[in-house]
């Protein structure tokens, strides 16, 4: 492990000679005049005095070299479409929208909100806003409107781009009538919309707020809009992301370390080169959407695929299709989704040969021994490299860099801290960690280039939520339980807080127990992640009703909607129990985990502080538990 161990030390230890090299992976009209400016900790400042664009970095500065490659290669087969965009074609695009969204006024440091479907337009939406200099905020298009209008009165974005539908499994998934609730319910209403009409469902436009793309886009084809030069530490974008409490944080990045981490990852994790094709499975409402299927592949040259879809239509073996068909040399998906395909017919991983897929990451959630093992089997000659990150980093924590060192992997460990992150495992009570001893998973500060800078128009929150949570130090807390083995392969053994991940997607059960509370039949309510062989985790509720006699499934349909309204059907609880009281200590703490352990079958354990122990005769009656 010598090339490994000597990189990433050196990535610690000579920080600023390293990020110096990196930062020459990318155009800099103005360079930086100072690395790192760590002199106001927690906050960090990469790139400092550096002035440059991202859409730049991702589009133009390719056009001379590779201008007729693919960029960007759409595939949907829910709408049997197939696009491919060359760099050259791309940039005429972006350079149209952008000029679209300045006659519609947006600026330097606007704000743009993104709510679309997996279609060309949302990238082309991104990258334009970048090239402005401004800032955009995508939700993820499975977010109903309330959870819509709370990130708009936080983002209070000037323009929103949306779309008329999208489609899931053969069906319309309206996107315009949930908007246009969201925006009703904001406090902060957007200037104007901007909307893609995929007519797939009528849509009625408003006047004076509602713009239709293809007529703007008409005006402005020939657009030859100039990217905006910012400072490295501009604002490139905000994505919301759960936490303990009901409100979403905006999770806020910069530009030139963003610029310069996710190029960099894109060769030494990701093992690619420019030219080469990376298939990303993810949605651009996420992080890893947002790094690699946009930024990441379209800064380092590549060519990335977006994939409106599902991985089991037209039938299961339509990923490893398109992988052949294209010679996809990563991939990237989600335990999930392999544990999808886990149970279909095991001749569909064998239809297509794979000589070209060297690479397939797996992230977003616990990757669990037995699905590591069975897609390494079906993939033959494919790697299968489990990463470890979050929203906040934008890139992975801990995951085997290929490029560095192609160092053995362990089954059910993400390996070893990347390059940058100065991971500490931190005991609860500041004693030593030992091999193989639980511990919470942090970061030493400075969090290196591409991680958050701070949670937007909220910095007194960014330091308390992160770094506040030991005395001795502050470090960056990452909310995960994890151990490192004698070998030091690191472990994840899940969230520390109450949050709960879902097929990969990270839900808050404060949010959840909010949303089942608008419902007017429930007086009181507890929300816990439940072990579930397919999703890892699903919410499961336990319901106090204001009139139990209402007890039944028209109660639990009830609540079922209002979840489905509030959040998403993401957030719809696999489970709602009915009860007359939960558990809760003297001081009225709701008792989760000790719910959590009944639900999975494990003992409550510690109930010394419980107000009436009859609650939890009622959650394991509830449950049929003896
Ligand atoms: P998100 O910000 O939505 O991407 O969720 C991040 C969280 O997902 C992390 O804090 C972990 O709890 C979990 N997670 C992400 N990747 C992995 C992984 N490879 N193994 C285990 N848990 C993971």
Redesign the pocket.
């Known amino acids: 492990m010598g090339a490994y161990r000597d990189h990433y030390r050196r990535s610690i230890e000579a920080r600023d000679e390293f990020w110096a090299d990196e930062a020459k992976l990318i155009d800099w009209q103005t360079p930086p005049s100072q690395i790192c400016d760590f002199s106001r900790p927690p906050f960090v400042r990469w790139y400092v005095g550096g002035r440059t664009n991202l859409c730049h970095n991702a589009v133009d500065r390719h056009v001379a070299t590779r201008g007729e490659q693919t960029a960007l290669h759409f595939i949907s087969t829910e709408t049997d479409a197939e696009v491919k965009y060359s760099y050259r074609e791309l940039h005429a695009e972006v350079n149209r929208v952008a000029a679209m969204l300045q006659s519609l006024g947006v600026g330097q440091g606007d704000r743009v909100l993104i709510y679309m479907p997996m279609i060309p337009e949302a990238v082309f939406a991104m990258l334009a806003t970048v090239r402005i200099g401004a800032i955009h905020s995508v939700v993820f298009g499975g977010f109903a409107s309330a959870s819509l209008a709370t990130r708009i009165d936080d983002a209070q974005p000037k323009v929103i781009v949306s779309a008329d539908a999208g489609m899931r499994m053969g069906k319309v998934v309206p996107y315009k009538p949930l908007l246009d609730a969201a925006i009703d319910l904001a406090a902060k209403k957007p200037a104007r919309v901007l909307l893609f009409d995929r007519k797939l469902e009528p849509m009625a436009l408003k006047a004076g707020r509602d713009v239709d793309w293809a007529a703007l886009r008409a005006t402005h084809h020939e657009a030859a809009v100039p990217v905006a030069w910012v400072d490295s530490t501009h604002p490139s974008y905000i994505l919301y992301?759960?936490g303990t409490t009901g409100r979403p944080k905006g999770v806020q990045r910069d530009t030139g370390g963003y610029a310069v981490a996710l190029t960099s990852s894109m060769r030494k994790v990701f093992a690619l080169d420019p030219g080469e094709t990376m298939f990303c499975t993810s949605d651009i409402g996420?992080?890893?959407g947002h790094s690699y299927i946009v930024y990441g592949p379209l800064l380092n040259g590549n060519t990335t695929i977006m994939y409106e879809g599902v991985p089991l239509r037209p039938d299961p073996a339509i990923w490893w299709k398109i992988c052949a068909e294209n010679n996809v040399k990563t991939m990237f998906s989600s335990?999930t989704a392999i544990r999808v395909l886990k149970k279909q017919d095991p001749d569909y991983m064998k239809r297509h040969k794979l000589p070209a897929l060297r690479y397939l990451f797996?992230?977003?959630?616990?990757?669990d021994e037995p699905t590591a093992r069975w897609v390494s089997d079906a993939l033959g000659g494919t790697a299968i490299i489990?990463?470890?990150?979050?929203?906040?980093s934008g890139w992975p924590i801990?995951s085997a860099q290929i490029a560095v060192e192609d160092t053995p992997r362990k089954f059910g460990s993400?390996s070893f801290p990347v390059y940058g992150f100065d991971v500490v495992l931190k005991s609860e009570d500041g004693s030593a960690v030992g091999a193989d001893q639980k511990a919470v998973l942090t970061i030493r500060p400075p969090l290196p280039p591409g991680a958050l800078s701070t949670v937007w128009g909220d910095d007194e929150r960014f330091v308390s939520t992160y770094f506040g949570s030991f005395r001795d130090e502050a470090l960056y807390n990452?909310?995960?339980w994890a151990t490192r083995d004698a070998d030091g392969y690191y472990f994840?053994l899940?969230?520390t807080d109450d949050?709960i991940?879902v097929a990969?997607?990270?839900l808050g059960t404060r949010e959840i127990e909010e949303a089942v509370q608008g419902n007017a039949l429930v007086a009181e309510c507890a929300v816990v992640g439940v072990a579930d062989s397919l999703k890892g985790q699903v919410p499961v509720a336990f319901v106090v009703l204001k009139d139990p006699s209402q007890a039944g499934d028209a109660a639990r349909s009830a609540i079922a909607q209002t979840v489905d309204r509030e959040i998403g059907a993401i957030a719809r609880p696999a489970a709602v129990h009915f009860v007359t009281l939960l558990p809760k200590t003297r001081s009225g703490k709701l008792l989760r985990r000790s719910i959590q352990a009944l639900a999975e079958g494990r003992d409550p354990g510690d109930l010394t502080t419980i107000e009436d122990p009859s609650a939890l005769a009622q959650i394991k009656g509830a449950l049929g538990i003896a």
């Open positions: 992301t759960s996420w992080v890893v335990p797996l992230a977003g959630e616990p990757l489990d990463n470890y990150w979050q929203t906040e801990l993400p990452t909310f995960d994840i899940g969230r949050v991940n990969g997607h990270r």
